[in-house]
């Protein structure tokens, strides 16, 4: 039947020349000795948007979670699969980590799909459609918001719904005891594709800007 | 409150001195024309394995989903939230991607737990337990491979894993109807964090194998 | 009535001219004194993984049992003939051997007929029925690990036999008894055909790896 | 524990950057496609007289079984596990081998030990004694051949167990029925280790004598 694609191996193999071997101990330790991230991230699925390269990030640095939209539900113990939940439970109680951050981004396709639906799901199943419901309540208020163009409703519900995010994410108890404690802490940070720009969230107030970044100017 | 980390502010720095400073040409246009990846994966939210740094992939490329185990569950359209299904219905229907890669890896903390469940969960909510769930009639075979070692079981079930959610994956009538169309293939690789070897997954048999990476073994 | 044959007589004269020409002392010496190799390799039969080939052995280096699958025997002194235990204890007794090496292969014949056995011997006699049936309580599992692949069962039951065989070395009473006293070490290994891969396996787990082999790379 | 023997792995690293390299594509359809050798070889465990050495056989050549003084019991099946039966059903059912070298050599231990028994058995289970039974009703003659040297019976008895193997495969009914079919043939030879000299036996007389090897001379 089909190969596995060849692009792919051809990253694996620059992977190999480059990172691993260059890494090829730090690879092995982490092997050995498990890991032990610090830093949760729950992000957005899309191909433009991964953590470890905005962050930089090296192997065993970020516990990374990716669904449509950087969505956490909340807390809601039932029979059913939560994935998001489980990785945050599995985060915080197994891997104690110490900070999670909410990571959206400019030009989300969930985000827009939320705003723009027009009765017609993208499958019978529609779990677009229902996976996106939480940010109905949201959604609903920002379609109507006449006086701001689309761009600007789309950008406004990108960092609502980081804010969404952390606040379900304080749902859930472990969460809620641990932040109180002093022993987590929950973040937010949105990231313009086009720019390159990240913007954070003051834990405060909710609202988005751009930290220092010295010397970032000289470079780009 | 609490500042955004800095280890974090850090790396982006140097994400913008570095990729962004290269590539801001690349990040303008996918920026403007949209996301346009062929490629999805889904894969663990194991800090040590993330997708776009053993594809050594660049913005654009991955449209990646990432929970515990890098599991799909069964097609089930209901009112719950699905975040793997609603993120396999946007890469399939809204971005039309070409291929699916499951990429699962070794040590993997979620299996680990599948084995070695003692019926005590990790939280009142129990996500993993549940989550795992979805693994749990191979699991409960698994853990009965006397024969075989504690490690040799781990990746028995880690490979299990991939083949379970490819069989999953194609309980979606759009992922069967579109493979069988020959405009959709379905892929399993496994990662081995220690050594940097990839595994990929004959199509035909489920069974793993190293690909041949020419001249890989030079730089390494 | 038949010659000898032909080919065999040619790669006689090859290796006249070769290894031969290059190391007729070394013969010489050896014939003089003895052989005192420090190696006993348990290997088998298949044509494709000679113990002196795999190691790149000269002569006087490995003394060498080949059975199907690589087996021993529980020690059961008896009065019936035991090939593989009178090597053992001319090994041990006769040549004060160091080391020994249970090596099983990828693809093992003897490991197949152990797993599919439809009931119907090779001959009436059945030898190899009965041969294998020193791993038949194994055999009878691994049948039966369903969620594996048939080349994931063949594989673990060939590394379940090196297994099976280091414990039933480890039956004999001087085999026991050199061991704890640190003059014996028991060892297993495994040979991949295709790839020419050598796993060895960790004597506290039971686990199969491979090993570092600085620079093997660069050549291959 | 232990480690594995660092000589081998040498050894090993060694045969990837030589042998290996070089027939890499030999191994691989082995592996795809199976051992298919045409030859059977049935030696001495002695670690001076490898029949892949001595034949310079590549990988898929030789099915070869070792056990100590290159013994073929005679046709008995049981319930009892007979390793070298079991081989040599594998080889003719399984493998449908066209040829059976029995291959001797000089200065044999086994053979020694029949000839010079004194009674005492190198262990309690006496193995080596029991096997070694199988040339009993010779030995006890030879043993008796004054007016021989002890090196002349040594040789003397070397050869003789070779004829004697023959005998005894021929016991085998599957032996006697190809080779009366002329679909199978029956060999005997002998290896000096000291001068390199190989002896093959006449089948019809069962002497040996050295076979012309042309040029031979000039490279020894």
């Known amino acids: 039947m089909c190969e596995f694609p060849?692009?792919?191996?051809c990253g694996y193999r620059s992977f190999m020349k480059g990172r691993y071997a260059g890494e090829s101990n730090r690879y092995r330790a982490?092997?050995?000795t498990g890991q032990a991230p610090k830093t949760m991230v729950i992000a957005c699925c899309d191909s433009r948007?991964?953590?470890e390269t905005i962050f930089d990030s090296?192997?065993?640095e970020l516990f990374v979670v990716r669904n449509v939209a950087n969505m956490v539900p909340p807390y809601g113990p039932d029979d059913h699969y939560h994935g998001t939940s489980a990785a945050l439970e599995f985060a915080i109680q197994g891997l104690k980590i110490r900070e999670i951050?909410?990571?959206g981004h400019g030009r989300c396709g969930g985000i827009h799909a939320a705003l723009n639906s027009d009765g017609n799901p993208l499958s019978p199943g529609d779990f677009i459609g229902k996976w996106m419901g939480l940010l109905r309540p949201?959604?609903?208020q920002v379609q109507h918001y006449d006086f701001m163009t689309a761009a600007e409703?789309?950008?406004a519900l990108e960092r609502i719904s980081i804010r969404n995010s952390i606040e379900n994410l304080r749902t859930f108890p472990c969460v809620d005891i641990l932040e109180k404690k002093g022993s987590l802490t929950v973040h937010g940070a949105w990231f313009d594709i086009s720019t390159g720009e990240l913007w954070t969230m003051n834990p405060d107030t909710g609202d988005f800007t751009r930290p220092a970044i010295e010397d970032e100017a000289e470079e780009t």
């Open 49 to 51: 948007s991964a953590p």
């Open 58 to 60: 090296g192997p065993g």
């Open 153 to 155: 409703r789309q950008r």
């Open 101 to 103: 951050v909410v990571l």
């Open 30 to 32: 982490l092997a050995e």
């Open 6 to 9: 060849d692009h792919l191996i």
């Open 138 to 140: 949201a959604a609903e």
